[in-house]
């Protein structure tokens, strides 16, 4: 059973969803069972892809890493996420883009997502 906010990913054709609606159905594509993307916080590359949070007076910028993220042909942030007082900001990026985004986000908790294209999804709380 899917829970709301969840991504997952199909391990044959790379189709990523995030349910908007939880149900009691299995996600299914290609014929398998989708995997869901667990959130990484830690790893020995962290430096390079735990979102980095900065709240101002208009917002939350958001850069993916202390040290910036690659954003080559092969390995680049296919997103940044923040879901913040009920609602969800979410910033396409595509190779040789800057791996940050600025989002009118709210004051209260922030939970802040991204997503490589080799090594998952990382999130981190504020």
Request: charged share 20%; net charge negative.
């Amino acid at each position: 059973m899917s829970k709301k906010l969840e991504i997952y990913k199909c391990q044959s054709c790379g189709n990523i969803i995030e349910v908007f609606h939880a149900g009691a159905g299995e996600l299914v594509c290609c014929g398998s069972p989708m995997a869901l993307q667990v959130e990484n916080t830690v790893d020995a590359s962290r430096e390079k892809h735990l979102p980095v949070v900065e709240k101002n007076a208009g917002g939350i910028t958001v850069k993916v890493g202390s040290i910036p993220h690659p954003m080559e042909e092969q390995h680049f942030i296919e997103w940044i996420e923040v879901v913040a007082d009920g609602r969800i900001f979410r910033q396409e990026l595509k190779p040789g883009d800057v791996p940050q985004a600025v989002f009118p986000a709210g004051s209260g908790k922030v939970v802040v997502r991204e997503y490589c294209s080799l090594h998952g999804q990382w999130a981190t709380n504020e």
